[in-house]
T-cell receptor
């Protein structure tokens, strides 16, 4: 399985952009990068995914480096409700397409 | 309308008992999953069904038995409950079998075994 490495925690200021890094240096060509988040006491929530191009949706932007060994999830204007654990997941044929969650990054948005 | 609903939300029971958690999705998805989140907060996949057929069966004790009566329902039955079974169990669904990674999760069922 392609593993991911994320910082255990980070703080960001309300209203500012939050940039969440993820390393996945062993990713293979047909594996996608997925981001989920889990707000306290709730089920995980899908945010975004990508293969090699940058992606944007109403929740966030995903920037994947050209060598695909790392990516950054950007929350453009963090709010207090964005406080959650954010999971970066590599998914593809190598792991039978399972969505396997690691420890994630605990993001705390402060007023 | 709740997309993926689980019942019960909380379950407290004694060791050795048998219990079930039910899951229903109204999204019209063809694939459903059970995940377990232990006290250390790690989420691990347990089972997945696609159109009522088991497609993922992780290394889970055979005391855990999933049942999918139709593609909108995936229930989890646990026999002879042990202390280590205490966790939050999440049901999820998706469309398109394992080829999509966009899962919709329920709110979880917190199981406490005493």
């Amino acid at each position: 399985d392609a593993k991911t490495t994320q910082p255990p925690s980070m703080d960001c200021a309300e209203g500012r952009a939050a940039n969440l890094p993820c390393n996945h240096s062993t990713i293979s060509g047909n594996e996608y990068v997925y981001w989920y988040r889990q707000i306290h006491s709730q089920g995980p929530q899908y945010i975004i995914h990508g293969l090699k191009n940058n992606e944007t949706n109403e929740m966030a932007s995903l920037i994947i480096t050209e060598d695909r060994k790392s990516s950054t999830l950007i929350l453009p204007h963090a709010t207090l409700r964005d406080t959650a654990v954010y999971y970066c997941i590599v998914r593809g044929r190598a792991n039978d397409y399972k969505l396997s969650f690691g420890a994630g990054t605990t993001v705390t948005v402060r007023a | 309308d709740t997309a993926v609903s689980q019942t019960p939300k909380y379950l407290v029971t004694q060791m050795g008992n048998d219990k079930s958690i039910k899951c229903e999705q109204n999204l019209g998805h063809d694939t459903m999953y059970w995940y377990k989140q232990d006290s250390k907060k790690f989420l691990k996949i347990m089972f997945s069904y696609n159109n009522k057929e088991l497609i993922i069966n992780e290394t889970v004790p055979n005391r855990f038995s999933p049942k999918s009566p139709d593609k909108a329902h995936l229930n989890l039955h646990i026999n002879s409950l042990e202390l280590g079974d205490s966790a939050v169990y999440f049901c999820a669904s998706s469309q398109g079998g394992l080829y999509t990674g966009e899962l919709f999760f329920g709110e979880g069922s917190r199981l406490t075994v005493l």
